[in-house]
């Protein structure tokens, strides 16, 4: 029987080489495989304390939102519907028409899709920080502006309106400001949101000590709510607004608080339906494709049925007081036609952010990182720069555009330098 030639010196070499690598391989393998145990280990610790990677496009989308409250307070003093600290005189018809229907439309659902946004952030960060921790965060980030605007701010602006003229308080002013600061009232100006946030925020708290819903987002997503759920929302919300404006008439607010509450059902909605969103993981599941249908729908609504529904209502003619509240169709047909445009277009800017913009540049982080500052100090500086402009004779659509590129700009570059101060940036 031949057997194999024995291996020279050199192959026997090779073999025990080849050995000693297989063996040292071993270690080397475990050593990588717990590197990578500690590097995920390292990367689900952040997820649990940092929340998920940061969301560029809710902030750009919450920046949006802050946007169009400037504009809606400055088409307000430029002669659209509203109620604001300063209108200046009495606008065309033309005027009128364009900067009221601005408003309907942004006031359909702004602010709700802020406490929306707001909502999500609220749960993640109760989750992180836990009940307690995060209870003191909001009375530090939102009970101190409210203070701030309320003892300081709203006084100021008052002061300065009557200086202009603007406002007779038939007495004088250290009288008026007597009886201001002895009597109870808050969220004065556009800090009622802040204000409900807060009171959202403890409500939220207390529900969770009640109910301790797993932590976590996206654990349990569930299914996703598609086109036919989101119109029955809408018609929910469009009944139980109607409802509530029979004894809550839009711009009616609750004077100790200063609350609008016939724009209450559409926000407290939309707090819960943020909370879930984030639960469920919404934001980022909702499927591209569900936009474009979104959008298309708001479209008809503003192009057709909001022209359609102001002229056979009677707003053409100045009756828009039958919209705002009572037992009138005019009233339920502008509830059903608000709550469903502000649903669609929600889930439809939500997608839209999500896919085209989930990015930022320098200018867009410290226009995200400003904008609860610019929220807060935007109602002096539309003031001031409206007072100042008020003897420049421009045909008021003209001078509104003025006010927007002016102002914009300026609260935002205002609200960069003040979150600079120190401790500012723990409130602000």
């Given amino acids: 029987m031949r057997l194999g030639r024995r291996p020279d010196r050199a192959e026997q070499s090779r073999r025990q080489a080849s050995g000693k690598g297989e063996r040292a391989e071993g270690p080397v393998r475990e050593l ?30 919450r920046t949006m939102m802050i946007i169009m409250v400037i504009l809606v307070h400055l088409s307000v003093t430029y002669g659209g519907e509203g109620s604001w600290y300063y209108r200046e005189g009495r606008a065309d018809t033309p005027t009128a028409i364009v900067l009221t229907i601005h408003n309907a439309i942004s006031q359909s659902f702004f602010m709700g ?29 939102l009970g101190i502006p409210l203070l701030l605007f309320e003892f300081v701010i709203q006084p100021f602006m008052i002061y300065v309106l009557v200086q202009g003229g603007v406002i007779d308080l038939r007495r004088p002013f250290a009288d008026w400001l007597t009886s201001y600061y002895t009597r109870f009232h ?89 909370v879930i969103a984030y639960r469920r993981d ?35 003619n100045g009756q828009t007081w039958r919209y705002l509240g009572g037992p009138h169709w005019q009233s339920f047909a502008y509830a059903m036609w608000e709550q469903l445009f502000a649903v669609v277009i929600m889930v439809a800017l939500i997608v839209l952010f999500r896919e085209r913009f989930n990015r930022q540049g320098r200018l867009a982080q410290a226009a995200a990182s400003s904008s609860y500052t610019v929220y807060i100090i935007h109602a002096p500086i539309i003031i001031l720069f409206a007072l100042a402009i008020r003897s420049l004779h421009l045909y008021p659509l003209l001078k509104f555009a003025v006010a927007v590129l002016v102002t914009i700009p300026l609260s935002f570059a205002l609200a960069n330098v003040l979150r600079q101060l120190p401790l500012a940036r723990r409130v602000l």
Avoid at 36 to 42: C, D, E, M, T
Avoid at 256 to 266: D, E, G, H, I
Avoid at 288 to 310: I, N, S, W
Wanted: with cysteine; proline share 7%; glycine share 8%.
């Fill in 32 to 61: 990588d495989q717990a590197l990578r145990r500690l590097v995920l280990a390292h990367q689900k610790a952040e997820e649990l304390t940092m929340g998920k990677p940061r969301l560029f496009y809710v902030d750009n989308l």
């Fill in 113 to 141: 899709l802020l406490f929306l946004l707001s909502a999500y952030f609220t749960a993640a960060s109760c989750d992180r920080k836990g009940p307690g921790p995060f209870l003191r965060d909001r009375f530090l980030r």
């Fill in 186 to 274: 808050l969220g004065s100006g556009p800090l009622w949101f802040v204000e409900a946030l807060l009171i959202f925020s403890v409500l939220y708290v207390a529900w969770r000590r009640l109910h301790k819903p797993v932590l976590g987002m996206g654990d349990h997503p569930g299914r996703l709510p598609g086109l036919n759920a989101f119109l029955a929302l809408a018609a929910l919300l469009g009944i139980l607004s109607f409802v509530a404006r029979l004894w809550f008439p839009v711009n009616w607010a609750f004077g100790p608080l200063n609350l609008q509450l016939a724009f209450f059902v559409q926000y407290i909605a939309m707090f819960i339906v943020g």
């Fill in 282 to 316: 919404w934001l980022q599941r909702l499927p591209a494709t569900v936009a474009l249908p979104c959008f298309l729908l708001a479209g008809l609504l503003v192009v057709v049925a909001l022209p359609l529904l102001f002229v056979l209502g009677g707003a053409a």
